[in-house]
Structures are given as structure tokens and as C-alpha cells.
């Protein structure tokens, strides 16, 4: 029985009979896991400069859209007081002549 067993072991522990093909084959595949790794780090590190990119770009058109609003309101409020000041001055203009 102990030799029955030993010959199954042998059988299943076998030295791979081209160790130089084996060897080629397993460096030829972690040279092309780590060329696809790199390819990989290197599509994100594009997305990712690509997103902080468009944030800034985000980011800038925001602080053009305040200024431009609050350009539009300080020249609509002036607009307002200049045609406010002419109808008071329209009126005082009436009321010194006695039309009151």
C-alpha cells in the first residue's frame, strides 16, 4: 500500500519537462499584466486630470456668472435711481412753476 502511494505522489508531483518554456511563458505574462496595468494608470490618470480640468473650468464660470450678475444689478439699480431722480425732478420743476 505504502508503494501504491508513493507511485500516486510521483505521478502527481512531476517536474514540468520543458522548465525553459514554462519559465518564458510565465515572465511573458506578467510582462503583459504589468503593460496592461500601466496602460490602466495611465487612462485614469488622464480622466482624472481631464475632471479637475472641467472643475476648475466649473469653478471659474461661476465666479464670472457673480460678477457679471451683480455688474447687471448695480447698473439696473443706477438705471432705477437716475429715472427716479428725473421724475422728482420733473415734479419739483412742475411744482416750483404753481401747478401743484
Given amino acids: ?13 512531476k517536474p514540468a519537462a520543458d522548465t ?6 510565465l515572465l511573458t505574462e506578467e510582462l ?10 495611465s487612462v485614469t ?8 480640468t ?3 473650468a466649473m469653478d471659474n464660470c461661476r ?8 455688474e447687471y444689478n448695480a447698473a439696473r439699480r443706477s438705471a432705477i435711481a437716475g429715472a427716479l431722480m428725473e421724475i422728482v425732478a ?10 401743484r
Avoid: F, N, P
Fill in 1 to 13: 500500500m505504502d508503494i501504491e502511494i508513493k507511485a500516486r505522489r510521483r505521478a502527481w508531483v
Fill in 32 to 41: 503583459l499584466a504589468a503593460l496592461y496595468q500601466a496602460v490602466l494608470e
Fill in 63 to 70: 465666479r464670472l456668472v457673480d460678477r457679471l450678475t451683480s
Fill in 20 to 25: 525553459a518554456r514554462v519559465l518564458t511563458h
Fill in 54 to 56: 472641467m472643475r476648475l
Fill in 90 to 99: 420733473g415734479y419739483d420743476a412742475a411744482g416750483q412753476g404753481g401747478v
Fill in 45 to 52: 490618470s488622464e480622466q482624472l486630470a481631464r475632471m479637475y
